[in-house]
């Protein structure tokens, strides 16, 4: 246990962390003065390490605002924690249980950027082949599990993540392609309940994601399924069952 009586060695090192920490619990970005002042850090230090942090990619500046949250390489390594521990060791059984129910492949994803890192991956029985394998990164506004995850976070995060139409990847020719067109998806999704994808990563693949949040509310992963487009799926019946795979994962991970 570290010894919170003593006062840091590495002052400037230990306010960065507490900094990142902070925003890491916030609903979405935040002032600097508010950072300052819930902390106890000088004004001016705080701002000298937001620069440095913004530099890094550890933190975005939201200048209309003047605010500042979380930035990519925070996310990036979120997700190299989740896929090293926790999400992955208790994700699996859930994922093959889901497969299993919905006799469709699943899979569990993370945010890294503006990309889903599959993390787990449950193929079901003679459906088609995915390009979803373990350890592959999709363009996160093109999936399900992507999209997800988006819809859960801040709105300002998500336009610091799509700036503008440079941000935005294609696979298939179809899919948002500007920040406007986002929004609309991410609205769809979060009256829905769970997000849709049709084709935007693969022609002729459809598929249904519900996002799986910390307890801080943040969405630390996204659960999928993916079915062929002809085949006659209740789409709502899918996402219910992803809903509840969704559900019993953030109940685990309350738990580890």
Do not use: C, K
């Not at 939201?62 to 390594?77: D, I, K, N, Q, S």
């Not at 789409?235 to 953030?250: F, H, K, P, Q």
């Amino acid at each position: 246990m570290p010894d919170n009586s003593r006062p840091p060695q590495v002052p400037a090192a230990d306010q960065t962390l507490r900094i990142l920490s902070f925003l890491a619990r916030q609903r979405g970005p935040v002032a600097a003065s508010t950072v300052a002042t819930t902390l106890g850090i000088p004004r001016s230090s705080t701002y000298h390490l937001l620069a440095a942090l913004e530099a890094h990619g550890f933190v975005i500046h939201l200048p209309t605002e003047r605010r500042w949250g979380l930035g990519t390489a925070a996310f990036e390594l979120a997700g190299g924690y989740s896929r090293q521990q926790p999400l992955a060791r208790l994700g699996r059984p859930l994922i093959a249980a889901l497969a299993d129910r919905a006799g469709e492949s699943a899979h569990l994803a993370v945010m890294t950027g503006r990309d889903v890192l599959y993390i787990v991956e449950e193929r079901a029985p003679r459906r088609p082949a995915l390009v979803t394998d373990v350890g592959v990164r999709l363009p996160a506004h093109l999936t399900a599990t992507g999209r997800a995850m988006l819809a859960a976070l801040p709105r300002e995060q998500v336009r610091a993540l799509y700036p503008d139409a440079s941000a935005f990847a294609d696979r298939t020719g179809r899919g948002p392609s500007r920040p406007s067109e986002l929004r609309d998806v991410l609205r769809e999704v979060r009256t829905r309940g769970w997000a849709v994808e049709d084709g935007e990563v693969t022609l002729g693949l459809r598929s249904v994601g519900v996002a799986v949040r910390d307890h801080a509310g943040w969405p630390a992963a996204a659960i999928a399924l993916t079915w062929p487009a002809d085949d006659a799926r209740d789409e709502a019946a899918l996402g219910g069952l992803v809903s509840d795979a969704a559900a019993e994962l953030e109940r685990r991970i309350g738990r580890a």
